[in-house]
Protein backbone atom coordinates (compact mmCIF):
# COMPACT_ATOMS: atom_id res chain seq x y z
CA UNK A 1 0.00 0.00 0.00
CA UNK A 2 1.76 3.02 -1.16
CA UNK A 3 0.03 6.47 0.27
CA UNK A 4 0.93 9.86 -1.23
CA UNK A 5 0.20 12.95 0.63
CA UNK A 6 0.53 16.34 -1.18
CA UNK A 7 1.35 18.99 1.54
CA UNK A 8 0.72 22.73 0.35
CA UNK A 9 1.62 26.01 2.39
CA UNK A 10 -0.62 28.46 2.45
CA UNK A 11 -0.79 31.60 4.78
CA UNK A 12 -0.71 31.55 7.79
CA UNK A 13 -4.09 33.40 8.60
CA UNK A 14 -2.81 34.75 12.26
CA UNK A 15 -0.39 37.15 10.33
CA UNK A 16 -2.34 40.06 8.67
CA UNK A 17 -2.99 39.93 4.74
CA UNK A 18 -2.45 42.46 2.16
CA UNK A 19 -3.51 43.23 -1.38
CA UNK A 20 -0.19 43.07 -3.89
CA UNK A 21 0.20 46.20 -6.04
CA UNK A 22 -1.50 45.60 -8.82
CA UNK A 23 -4.36 44.57 -6.74
CA UNK A 24 -4.48 41.16 -8.32
CA UNK A 25 -3.34 39.05 -5.67
CA UNK A 26 -2.10 39.04 -1.82
CA UNK A 27 0.81 40.25 -1.21
CA UNK A 28 3.53 37.55 -1.35
CA UNK A 29 6.55 38.86 -0.40
CA UNK A 30 7.57 37.92 3.06
CA UNK A 31 4.55 36.05 3.54
CA UNK A 32 4.89 33.91 6.57
CA UNK A 33 3.51 29.87 4.92
CA UNK A 34 2.70 27.25 6.58
CA UNK A 35 1.58 23.76 5.89
CA UNK A 36 -2.04 23.89 5.16
CA UNK A 37 -4.01 22.61 8.71
CA UNK A 38 -5.89 20.33 6.85
CA UNK A 39 -3.15 18.92 4.80
CA UNK A 40 -1.50 18.44 8.37
CA UNK A 41 -4.87 16.47 9.10
CA UNK A 42 -4.38 14.32 6.13
CA UNK A 43 -0.16 13.11 6.97
CA UNK A 44 -1.22 12.19 10.48
CA UNK A 45 -4.27 9.76 8.68
CA UNK A 46 -1.35 8.48 6.48
CA UNK A 47 1.17 7.78 9.51
CA UNK A 48 -1.66 6.09 11.60
CA UNK A 49 -2.81 4.18 8.24
CA UNK A 50 0.95 3.02 8.15
CA UNK A 51 1.28 2.25 12.13
CA UNK A 52 -2.02 -0.15 11.58
CA UNK A 53 -1.33 -1.54 8.39
CA UNK A 54 2.31 -1.09 7.53
CA UNK A 55 1.67 1.44 4.32
CA UNK A 56 4.37 3.68 2.67
CA UNK A 57 4.23 6.95 3.06
CA UNK A 58 5.31 9.03 0.39
CA UNK A 59 5.29 13.66 1.59
CA UNK A 60 5.29 15.75 -1.88
CA UNK A 61 5.34 19.18 -2.10
CA UNK A 62 5.97 21.90 -4.29
CA UNK A 63 9.19 24.07 -4.33
CA UNK A 64 8.35 27.20 -2.70
CA UNK A 65 8.54 29.09 1.10
CA UNK A 66 10.34 26.40 3.33
CA UNK A 67 9.60 23.70 1.01
CA UNK A 68 12.34 21.38 2.24
CA UNK A 69 11.87 22.33 6.00
CA UNK A 70 8.14 21.25 5.48
CA UNK A 71 9.73 17.83 4.01
CA UNK A 72 12.20 16.96 6.39
CA UNK A 73 9.48 17.46 9.09
CA UNK A 74 7.56 14.93 7.65
CA UNK A 75 10.41 12.40 7.40
CA UNK A 76 10.64 13.24 11.10
CA UNK A 77 7.27 12.57 11.94
CA UNK A 78 7.28 9.02 10.33
CA UNK A 79 6.57 9.50 6.45
CA UNK A 80 9.13 7.07 4.44
CA UNK A 81 9.99 9.41 1.25
CA UNK A 82 9.75 12.48 0.74
CA UNK A 83 10.13 14.63 -2.66
CA UNK A 84 9.82 18.06 -3.87
CA UNK A 85 7.93 19.42 -7.11
CA UNK A 86 10.19 21.47 -9.12
CA UNK A 87 9.48 23.84 -11.76
CA UNK A 88 7.95 27.32 -12.41
CA UNK A 89 4.90 27.43 -9.59
CA UNK A 90 4.52 31.60 -10.27
CA UNK A 91 1.07 31.13 -11.96
CA UNK A 92 -0.22 28.62 -9.58
CA UNK A 93 -0.87 30.92 -6.30
CA UNK A 94 -4.44 31.31 -7.31
CA UNK A 95 -4.80 28.64 -9.99
CA UNK A 96 -5.96 25.06 -8.48
CA UNK A 97 -6.47 23.13 -11.27
CA UNK A 98 -2.65 23.96 -12.66
CA UNK A 99 -1.07 22.45 -8.94
CA UNK A 100 -3.50 19.34 -9.19
CA UNK A 101 -2.44 18.90 -12.69
CA UNK A 102 1.49 18.88 -11.50
CA UNK A 103 0.30 16.75 -8.68
CA UNK A 104 -1.52 14.09 -11.03
CA UNK A 105 1.19 13.90 -13.14
CA UNK A 106 3.54 12.92 -10.03
CA UNK A 107 1.04 10.76 -9.16
CA UNK A 108 1.01 8.64 -11.58
CA UNK A 109 4.75 8.48 -11.78
CA UNK A 110 4.78 7.44 -8.13
CA UNK A 111 2.39 4.57 -8.80
CA UNK A 112 0.08 5.09 -5.62
CA UNK A 113 -2.76 3.14 -4.33
CA UNK A 114 -3.98 6.11 -2.02
CA UNK A 115 -3.99 10.00 -2.13
CA UNK A 116 -4.41 11.60 0.71
CA UNK A 117 -4.86 15.22 1.04
CA UNK A 118 -6.67 18.52 2.65
CA UNK A 119 -10.19 18.66 1.79
CA UNK A 120 -9.53 22.71 1.41
CA UNK A 121 -6.72 25.76 2.16
CA UNK A 122 -7.43 29.20 2.83
CA UNK A 123 -6.93 30.19 -0.78
CA UNK A 124 -9.21 27.38 -3.16
CA UNK A 125 -10.87 30.33 -5.58
CA UNK A 126 -11.14 27.15 -8.52
CA UNK A 127 -12.18 24.20 -6.93
CA UNK A 128 -10.14 21.85 -4.12
CA UNK A 129 -7.19 19.97 -4.95
CA UNK A 130 -8.37 16.19 -3.82
CA UNK A 131 -11.54 16.69 -5.95
CA UNK A 132 -9.27 18.21 -9.15
CA UNK A 133 -6.65 16.06 -8.68
CA UNK A 134 -9.19 12.65 -9.35
CA UNK A 135 -11.12 14.41 -11.51
CA UNK A 136 -7.93 14.84 -13.91
CA UNK A 137 -6.62 11.20 -13.03
CA UNK A 138 -9.78 9.61 -13.39
CA UNK A 139 -9.96 8.24 -9.69
CA UNK A 140 -13.20 7.80 -7.52
CA UNK A 141 -12.79 10.88 -4.47
CA UNK A 142 -14.86 11.33 -1.22
CA UNK A 143 -14.65 15.12 0.39
CA UNK A 144 -14.76 15.94 3.90
CA UNK A 145 -13.39 12.42 5.14
CA UNK A 146 -12.97 11.99 9.22
CA UNK A 147 -11.84 8.39 9.08
CA UNK A 148 -10.60 6.28 7.57
CA UNK A 149 -9.84 1.82 7.28
CA UNK A 150 -8.16 0.32 4.84
CA UNK A 151 -8.78 -3.37 3.14
CA UNK A 152 -6.39 -4.71 0.06
CA UNK A 153 -8.40 -3.42 -2.34
CA UNK A 154 -10.79 -0.54 -0.69
CA UNK A 155 -11.02 1.88 1.41
CA UNK A 156 -13.88 2.30 4.14
CA UNK A 157 -14.36 6.04 5.23
CA UNK A 158 -16.42 8.40 7.26
CA UNK A 159 -17.76 11.21 5.45
CA UNK A 160 -19.05 14.55 7.28
CA UNK A 161 -22.21 16.77 6.53
CA UNK A 162 -23.52 19.51 8.28
CA UNK A 163 -26.20 19.21 11.30
CA UNK A 164 -23.66 16.08 12.78
CA UNK A 165 -24.61 13.92 9.86
CA UNK A 166 -22.17 11.17 9.02
CA UNK A 167 -22.22 9.11 6.19
CA UNK A 168 -19.95 5.66 5.66
CA UNK A 169 -19.07 4.97 2.49
CA UNK A 170 -16.70 2.39 0.74
CA UNK A 171 -13.83 3.63 -2.24
CA UNK A 172 -12.37 1.68 -4.43
CA UNK A 173 -8.63 1.66 -4.80
CA UNK A 174 -6.64 3.63 -6.26
CA UNK A 175 -8.60 6.70 -4.92
CA UNK A 176 -8.36 10.57 -3.61
CA UNK A 177 -9.53 11.23 -0.18
CA UNK A 178 -10.09 14.89 0.97
CA UNK A 179 -9.25 14.95 4.63
CA UNK A 180 -10.96 17.03 7.18
CA UNK A 181 -10.07 15.51 10.21
CA UNK A 182 -6.99 12.90 11.47
CA UNK A 183 -8.47 10.06 14.13
CA UNK A 184 -6.17 11.86 16.86
CA UNK A 185 -4.70 15.45 16.69
CA UNK A 186 -1.36 15.95 14.59
CA UNK A 187 1.82 14.76 16.07
CA UNK A 188 4.75 17.00 16.46
CA UNK A 189 7.89 16.30 14.99
CA UNK A 190 10.82 17.45 17.59
CA UNK A 191 13.48 19.99 16.78
CA UNK A 192 15.94 17.79 17.52
CA UNK A 193 14.64 15.15 14.93
CA UNK A 194 14.31 17.38 12.26
CA UNK A 195 17.37 18.10 12.49
CA UNK A 196 18.43 14.77 12.26
CA UNK A 197 16.54 14.59 9.03
CA UNK A 198 18.24 18.03 8.21
CA UNK A 199 21.81 16.28 8.27
CA UNK A 200 21.21 12.65 7.33
CA UNK A 201 18.13 12.07 5.21
CA UNK A 202 17.55 12.71 1.47
CA UNK A 203 14.62 15.07 -0.17
CA UNK A 204 14.22 13.29 -3.91
CA UNK A 205 12.86 16.22 -6.56
CA UNK A 206 10.95 15.63 -9.47
CA UNK A 207 10.97 18.66 -12.13
CA UNK A 208 7.08 19.24 -13.58
CA UNK A 209 6.45 20.90 -16.68
CA UNK A 210 5.09 24.32 -17.10
CA UNK A 211 1.18 23.58 -17.06
CA UNK A 212 -0.57 25.54 -19.65
CA UNK A 213 -4.51 24.70 -18.88
CA UNK A 214 -5.46 26.21 -15.98
CA UNK A 215 -8.68 27.89 -13.93
CA UNK A 216 -9.78 29.67 -17.06
CA UNK A 217 -10.55 32.27 -14.61
CA UNK A 218 -8.93 35.51 -15.34
CA UNK A 219 -8.66 37.27 -11.09
CA UNK A 220 -10.14 40.52 -11.68
CA UNK A 221 -9.90 42.22 -7.99
CA UNK A 222 -8.42 41.21 -5.04
CA UNK A 223 -9.46 43.14 -2.47
CA UNK A 224 -10.45 43.89 1.48
CA UNK A 225 -14.14 43.16 1.75
CA UNK A 226 -15.79 46.60 2.77
CA UNK A 227 -18.79 45.49 5.43
CA UNK A 228 -22.03 46.86 5.81
CA UNK A 229 -21.97 47.30 9.38
CA UNK A 230 -19.50 46.34 12.00
CA UNK A 231 -19.79 45.96 15.75
CA UNK A 232 -20.31 49.02 18.26
CA UNK A 233 -16.91 48.47 20.23
CA UNK A 234 -16.80 48.68 24.04
CA UNK A 235 -14.09 50.15 25.54
CA UNK A 236 -12.18 51.03 28.54
CA UNK A 237 -10.57 48.84 31.61
CA UNK A 238 -11.27 44.85 31.46
CA UNK A 239 -13.83 46.40 35.03
CA UNK A 240 -15.47 48.63 33.25
CA UNK A 241 -15.65 46.68 29.92
CA UNK A 242 -16.92 43.86 31.91
CA UNK A 243 -19.65 45.95 33.28
CA UNK A 244 -20.94 47.18 29.77
CA UNK A 245 -21.29 43.91 28.92
CA UNK A 246 -23.67 42.87 31.67
CA UNK A 247 -25.63 46.22 30.59
CA UNK A 248 -25.97 44.53 27.27
CA UNK A 249 -26.33 41.13 28.39
CA UNK A 250 -29.22 42.49 30.56
CA UNK A 251 -30.94 44.98 27.84
CA UNK A 252 -31.13 41.94 25.29
CA UNK A 253 -33.17 39.68 27.60
CA UNK A 254 -30.44 38.17 29.70
CA UNK A 255 -32.68 37.65 33.09
CA UNK A 256 -30.26 37.67 36.44
CA UNK B 1 -24.67 27.69 -25.24
CA UNK B 2 -28.06 29.47 -23.62
CA UNK B 3 -28.73 30.81 -20.62
CA UNK B 4 -30.44 28.37 -19.31
CA UNK B 5 -29.54 27.97 -15.09
CA UNK B 6 -29.12 24.38 -13.56
CA UNK B 7 -29.45 23.82 -9.67
CA UNK B 8 -28.35 21.03 -7.67
CA UNK B 9 -30.76 20.38 -5.07
CA UNK B 10 -29.10 18.16 -1.55
CA UNK B 11 -31.75 16.67 0.18
CA UNK B 12 -31.05 13.65 2.37
CA UNK B 13 -34.16 11.14 2.74
CA UNK B 14 -36.53 13.40 1.07
CA UNK B 15 -36.09 16.27 2.93
CA UNK B 16 -34.17 19.22 1.06
CA UNK B 17 -31.80 20.88 2.51
CA UNK B 18 -32.29 24.98 3.45
CA UNK B 19 -29.69 26.11 1.29
CA UNK B 20 -31.02 24.52 -1.65
CA UNK B 21 -33.32 27.60 -1.48
CA UNK B 22 -30.70 29.81 -1.74
CA UNK B 23 -29.34 28.61 -4.92
CA UNK B 24 -33.22 28.86 -5.89
CA UNK B 25 -33.26 32.00 -5.43
CA UNK B 26 -30.05 32.54 -7.11
CA UNK B 27 -30.85 30.85 -9.76
CA UNK B 28 -34.10 32.66 -10.52
CA UNK B 29 -31.88 36.01 -10.34
CA UNK B 30 -29.61 34.95 -12.71
CA UNK B 31 -32.07 33.42 -15.00
CA UNK B 32 -33.82 36.22 -15.44
CA UNK B 33 -30.61 38.17 -16.24
CA UNK B 34 -29.54 35.65 -19.28
CA UNK B 35 -32.85 35.93 -20.96
CA UNK B 36 -32.89 31.40 -20.05
CA UNK B 37 -34.73 29.03 -17.80
CA UNK B 38 -34.56 27.69 -14.23
CA UNK B 39 -33.77 24.19 -13.71
CA UNK B 40 -33.23 22.25 -10.47
CA UNK B 41 -31.74 19.11 -10.75
CA UNK B 42 -32.90 16.55 -8.17
CA UNK B 43 -31.08 12.60 -8.07
CA UNK B 44 -32.45 10.10 -5.80
CA UNK B 45 -34.95 7.63 -4.78
CA UNK B 46 -37.22 10.13 -3.55
CA UNK B 47 -36.87 13.05 -6.60
CA UNK B 48 -40.57 13.30 -7.00
CA UNK B 49 -40.80 14.30 -3.23
CA UNK B 50 -38.46 16.80 -3.25
CA UNK B 51 -39.45 18.13 -6.21
CA UNK B 52 -42.71 18.75 -4.68
CA UNK B 53 -40.73 21.47 -2.54
CA UNK B 54 -39.07 23.01 -6.08
CA UNK B 55 -41.80 25.20 -7.02
CA UNK B 56 -39.17 28.21 -8.28
CA UNK B 57 -37.96 26.40 -10.82
CA UNK B 58 -39.29 26.18 -14.44
CA UNK B 59 -38.42 22.89 -14.85
CA UNK B 60 -37.61 20.22 -12.10
CA UNK B 61 -35.32 17.23 -13.08
CA UNK B 62 -35.72 14.14 -11.14
CA UNK B 63 -34.01 10.95 -11.69
CA UNK B 64 -34.74 7.99 -9.81
CA UNK B 65 -31.88 5.16 -9.30
CA UNK B 66 -30.92 3.18 -6.20
CA UNK B 67 -27.36 4.11 -7.15
CA UNK B 68 -28.37 7.74 -5.93
CA UNK B 69 -29.77 7.08 -2.39
CA UNK B 70 -27.63 8.95 0.06
CA UNK B 71 -24.86 10.52 -1.26
CA UNK B 72 -21.73 8.27 -3.31
CA UNK B 73 -19.81 11.39 -5.22
CA UNK B 74 -18.61 9.25 -8.01
CA UNK B 75 -22.79 8.60 -9.15
CA UNK B 76 -23.99 11.56 -8.35
CA UNK B 77 -21.05 13.51 -10.73
CA UNK B 78 -22.04 10.51 -13.32
CA UNK B 79 -24.77 11.19 -13.52
CA UNK B 80 -24.77 15.41 -13.51
CA UNK B 81 -22.20 15.17 -15.88
CA UNK B 82 -24.70 12.99 -18.54
CA UNK B 83 -27.51 15.38 -18.23
CA UNK B 84 -25.46 18.65 -18.29
CA UNK B 85 -23.04 17.59 -20.96
CA UNK B 86 -25.53 18.38 -24.12
CA UNK B 87 -27.53 21.52 -22.20
CA UNK B 88 -24.48 23.84 -22.22
CA UNK B 89 -26.30 25.93 -19.44
CA UNK B 90 -24.32 29.33 -18.72
CA UNK B 91 -25.23 28.39 -14.92
CA UNK B 92 -24.84 25.33 -12.76
CA UNK B 93 -25.14 26.31 -9.42
CA UNK B 94 -23.83 23.97 -6.36
CA UNK B 95 -23.59 24.65 -2.50
CA UNK B 96 -20.24 24.56 -0.59
CA UNK B 97 -21.28 21.46 1.30
CA UNK B 98 -19.80 18.29 1.81
CA UNK B 99 -21.69 17.24 -1.03
CA UNK B 100 -21.01 20.30 -3.19
CA UNK B 101 -17.20 19.85 -2.52
CA UNK B 102 -17.21 16.45 -4.16
CA UNK B 103 -19.75 17.36 -7.02
CA UNK B 104 -18.24 21.32 -8.03
CA UNK B 105 -14.94 20.94 -9.10
CA UNK B 106 -15.40 17.20 -10.53
CA UNK B 107 -18.31 18.20 -12.63
CA UNK B 108 -16.71 21.43 -14.01
CA UNK B 109 -13.60 19.79 -14.88
CA UNK B 110 -16.09 16.63 -16.79
CA UNK B 111 -18.15 19.60 -18.41
CA UNK B 112 -14.85 21.72 -19.02
CA UNK B 113 -16.02 24.42 -17.83
CA UNK B 114 -14.23 26.99 -15.23
CA UNK B 115 -15.38 26.50 -11.24
CA UNK B 116 -15.50 29.22 -8.66
CA UNK B 117 -15.72 27.99 -5.22
CA UNK B 118 -16.82 29.72 -1.97
CA UNK B 119 -18.65 32.42 -4.07
CA UNK B 120 -20.63 35.46 -1.95
CA UNK B 121 -21.62 37.21 -4.98
CA UNK B 122 -22.54 37.13 -8.90
CA UNK B 123 -23.17 39.46 -11.72
CA UNK B 124 -22.84 39.56 -14.92
CA UNK B 125 -21.10 42.44 -16.98
CA UNK B 126 -21.68 42.48 -20.72
CA UNK B 127 -22.33 38.85 -21.25
CA UNK B 128 -19.03 38.11 -19.04
CA UNK B 129 -19.73 36.25 -16.19
CA UNK B 130 -17.94 37.87 -12.64
CA UNK B 131 -17.96 35.44 -9.45
CA UNK B 132 -16.80 37.04 -6.26
CA UNK B 133 -15.28 35.15 -3.63
CA UNK B 134 -14.78 34.84 0.55
CA UNK B 135 -10.97 33.58 0.69
CA UNK B 136 -8.53 33.40 3.65
CA UNK B 137 -10.95 32.51 6.19
CA UNK B 138 -13.30 35.85 4.91
CA UNK B 139 -10.50 38.35 5.54
CA UNK B 140 -9.97 38.66 1.47
CA UNK B 141 -12.22 38.97 -1.45
CA UNK B 142 -11.56 37.82 -5.21
CA UNK B 143 -13.60 39.04 -8.15
CA UNK B 144 -13.00 36.06 -10.75
CA UNK B 145 -14.63 36.73 -13.81
CA UNK B 146 -15.36 33.86 -16.26
CA UNK B 147 -14.23 33.31 -20.21
CA UNK B 148 -16.78 31.68 -22.23
CA UNK B 149 -19.57 32.88 -19.87
CA UNK B 150 -20.12 29.32 -18.56
CA UNK B 151 -19.45 28.14 -15.11
CA UNK B 152 -20.07 25.97 -12.16
CA UNK B 153 -20.46 28.07 -8.80
CA UNK B 154 -19.92 27.04 -5.65
CA UNK B 155 -21.98 29.16 -3.37
CA UNK B 156 -21.34 29.86 0.39
CA UNK B 157 -24.49 29.06 2.32
CA UNK B 158 -25.78 31.93 3.96
CA UNK B 159 -24.76 34.25 1.28
CA UNK B 160 -27.92 34.00 -0.33
CA UNK B 161 -31.81 34.81 0.84
CA UNK B 162 -33.42 31.38 1.09
CA UNK B 163 -36.97 33.13 0.68
CA UNK B 164 -36.27 34.01 -2.81
CA UNK B 165 -35.93 30.01 -3.73
CA UNK B 166 -39.53 29.22 -2.03
CA UNK B 167 -42.27 29.30 -4.01
CA UNK B 168 -46.33 27.50 -3.69
CA UNK B 169 -45.85 27.11 -7.35
CA UNK B 170 -44.95 23.80 -8.85
CA UNK B 171 -43.17 24.17 -12.35
CA UNK B 172 -42.95 21.42 -14.86
CA UNK B 173 -41.36 17.78 -14.11
CA UNK B 174 -38.98 16.19 -16.40
CA UNK B 175 -38.23 12.72 -15.81
CA UNK B 176 -34.95 11.23 -16.69
CA UNK B 177 -33.43 7.82 -17.09
CA UNK B 178 -30.75 6.81 -15.12
CA UNK B 179 -27.26 6.80 -16.24
CA UNK B 180 -26.29 3.86 -17.53
CA UNK B 181 -22.72 4.14 -16.21
CA UNK B 182 -24.48 4.35 -12.66
CA UNK B 183 -24.31 0.56 -11.83
CA UNK B 184 -20.23 0.62 -12.24
CA UNK B 185 -20.16 3.21 -9.34
CA UNK B 186 -16.71 3.02 -7.72
CA UNK B 187 -18.26 4.62 -4.85
CA UNK B 188 -20.92 2.85 -2.52
CA UNK B 189 -22.86 5.09 -0.02
CA UNK B 190 -23.58 2.73 2.89
CA UNK B 191 -25.48 4.26 5.33
CA UNK B 192 -26.07 7.17 7.13
CA UNK B 193 -25.46 7.87 11.05
CA UNK B 194 -27.45 10.13 12.63
CA UNK B 195 -25.63 12.51 14.95
CA UNK B 196 -24.77 11.12 18.33
CA UNK B 197 -27.11 11.49 21.43
CA UNK B 198 -26.03 14.88 23.52
CA UNK B 199 -26.38 16.01 27.22
CA UNK B 200 -27.87 19.40 25.77
CA UNK B 201 -29.22 20.27 22.60
CA UNK B 202 -26.68 23.99 21.72
CA UNK B 203 -29.74 24.94 18.77
CA UNK B 204 -32.65 25.39 21.95
CA UNK B 205 -30.66 27.53 23.82
CA UNK B 206 -31.53 31.25 24.48
CA UNK B 207 -27.98 32.38 25.45
CA UNK B 208 -24.64 30.47 24.65
CA UNK B 209 -21.20 31.15 25.16
CA UNK B 210 -18.63 29.53 22.31
CA UNK B 211 -14.62 29.94 22.30
CA UNK B 212 -12.18 29.77 19.70
CA UNK B 213 -8.77 28.91 18.99
CA UNK B 214 -7.82 32.38 21.31
CA UNK B 215 -8.18 30.00 24.32
CA UNK B 216 -4.88 28.58 23.35
CA UNK B 217 -4.70 25.53 25.81
CA UNK B 218 -6.93 23.10 26.85
CA UNK B 219 -5.59 24.21 30.48
CA UNK B 220 -7.51 27.52 30.17
CA UNK B 221 -10.77 26.33 29.15
CA UNK B 222 -11.85 26.48 32.84
CA UNK B 223 -11.26 30.97 32.32
CA UNK B 224 -14.35 30.34 29.34
CA UNK B 225 -16.55 27.45 31.27
CA UNK B 226 -16.61 29.47 34.35
CA UNK B 227 -18.89 32.33 32.61
CA UNK B 228 -20.97 29.82 31.08
CA UNK B 229 -21.46 28.23 33.96
CA UNK B 230 -22.56 31.50 35.68
CA UNK B 231 -24.65 32.74 33.17
CA UNK B 232 -26.18 28.86 33.08
CA UNK B 233 -25.44 28.07 29.48
CA UNK B 234 -23.63 25.17 27.76
CA UNK B 235 -19.96 25.99 26.68
CA UNK B 236 -19.82 25.28 22.94
CA UNK B 237 -16.34 25.49 20.72
CA UNK B 238 -15.57 25.87 16.76
CA UNK B 239 -14.40 23.05 15.00
CA UNK B 240 -10.56 22.78 15.78
CA UNK B 241 -11.05 22.77 19.12
CA UNK B 242 -13.50 19.77 18.63
CA UNK B 243 -11.43 18.17 16.57
CA UNK B 244 -8.21 18.28 19.04
CA UNK B 245 -11.10 16.95 21.52
CA UNK B 246 -10.97 19.65 23.95
CA UNK B 247 -15.61 19.66 23.88
CA UNK B 248 -17.77 16.82 22.31
CA UNK B 249 -19.06 17.25 18.86
CA UNK B 250 -22.77 18.11 20.16
CA UNK B 251 -20.97 21.08 21.28
CA UNK B 252 -19.53 22.37 17.78
CA UNK B 253 -21.39 25.86 16.35
CA UNK B 254 -20.42 26.07 12.31
CA UNK B 255 -21.14 24.78 9.11
CA UNK B 256 -20.13 20.93 10.34
CA UNK B 257 -21.86 21.31 13.26
CA UNK B 258 -24.75 22.52 14.66
CA UNK B 259 -26.55 25.71 13.39
CA UNK B 260 -27.87 28.26 16.28
CA UNK B 261 -29.69 30.98 16.96
CA UNK B 262 -29.58 32.14 20.79
CA UNK B 263 -30.68 35.48 22.00
CA UNK B 264 -27.66 36.29 22.73
CA UNK B 265 -23.93 34.43 21.60
CA UNK B 266 -20.65 35.34 23.01
CA UNK B 267 -18.06 34.75 20.88
CA UNK B 268 -14.95 34.74 23.13
CA UNK B 269 -11.64 34.33 20.94
CA UNK B 270 -12.84 33.43 18.16
CA UNK B 271 -11.83 34.87 14.90
CA UNK B 272 -14.97 34.09 13.04
CA UNK B 273 -14.40 32.09 10.12
CA UNK B 274 -16.91 31.38 7.18
CA UNK B 275 -17.51 28.26 8.61
CA UNK B 276 -18.21 29.41 12.00
CA UNK B 277 -20.45 32.28 11.20
CA UNK B 278 -22.44 30.09 8.77
CA UNK B 279 -23.70 28.21 11.87
CA UNK B 280 -24.56 31.86 14.17
CA UNK B 281 -25.02 34.21 12.47
CA UNK B 282 -28.76 34.41 12.82
CA UNK B 283 -28.31 35.05 16.53
CA UNK B 284 -30.48 37.72 17.40
CA UNK B 285 -27.47 39.44 19.25
CA UNK B 286 -23.73 38.74 18.73
CA UNK B 287 -21.21 39.75 21.57
CA UNK B 288 -17.54 39.53 20.28
CA UNK B 289 -14.01 39.14 21.93
CA UNK B 290 -10.93 39.14 20.45
CA UNK B 291 -7.36 40.73 20.68
CA UNK B 292 -6.91 41.22 16.90
CA UNK B 293 -9.57 44.53 15.97
CA UNK B 294 -9.27 43.19 12.37
CA UNK B 295 -10.76 39.78 13.03
CA UNK B 296 -14.03 39.33 10.89
CA UNK B 297 -16.15 38.00 13.50
CA UNK B 298 -16.29 41.82 14.42
CA UNK B 299 -18.16 42.15 10.97
CA UNK B 300 -21.15 40.22 12.26
CA UNK B 301 -21.10 40.93 15.64
CA UNK B 302 -23.35 43.04 17.70
CA UNK B 303 -20.97 44.10 19.95
CA UNK B 304 -17.44 44.12 20.07
CA UNK B 305 -14.43 44.06 22.77
CA UNK B 306 -10.83 44.29 21.64
CA UNK B 307 -9.22 42.89 24.33
CA UNK B 308 -7.04 39.90 25.73
CA UNK B 309 -9.86 37.73 26.72
CA UNK B 310 -8.07 36.64 29.92
CA UNK B 311 -8.64 40.06 31.37
CA UNK B 312 -12.59 40.49 30.21
CA UNK B 313 -13.82 37.21 30.04
CA UNK B 314 -13.22 36.37 34.43
CA UNK B 315 -14.13 40.14 34.54
CA UNK B 316 -17.59 39.83 33.23
CA UNK B 317 -17.81 36.07 35.06
CA UNK B 318 -17.16 38.21 38.64
CA UNK B 319 -19.70 40.70 37.58
CA UNK B 320 -22.66 38.15 36.89
CA UNK B 321 -21.59 36.14 40.09
CA UNK B 322 -22.00 39.53 41.99
CA UNK B 323 -25.51 39.85 40.19
CA UNK B 324 -26.66 36.15 40.77
CA UNK B 325 -25.66 36.40 44.41
Known amino acids: ?256 | MTGDVYVVVEHWNGTIAEVSFELLGLGRQLAQASGGKLHALVLGPEAKEVAAACGAADVTICVEHDALAGFSPEAHITQLAAILKDRSPAFTLVSNTSKGMDVAPALAVALKVPVVTNVAAVAVNDGAIVATSQLYGGKIAVEAELAGGRAVLSLLAGAFPADHGKSAGAGAIETVVPAAQLGGSRVAFKRLIEAEASDVDISKQEILVTVGRGIQDKDNLPVVQELADALGCPLCASRPLVDAGWLPKSRQVGKSGVTVKPKIYLAIGLSGAPEHVQGMKDATTIIAVNSDPKAPIFDVAHFGVVADLFDVVPALTEKVRELRG
Open chain 1, 1 to 256: MHIVVPLKQSPDLVEELEVNAEGNDIDRQGLKLQVSEWDEQALEEALCLKEASGANVTAITADWGGADLVLFTALAKGADRALKLVGDFSTTMLDNHRLARALASTVEQLGANLVLTGVQSVEDLDGQIPVLLAAMLGWPHVSVVTGVELTADAAQVKQEHSGGLVAELEVKLPAVLGVQAARRAPRYAPVSKVRQMQKGAKLEQLSVAAQDAGSGLKVRRVFKPQVAARAEILEGTAEEIAAKLLAVLRERGLSL
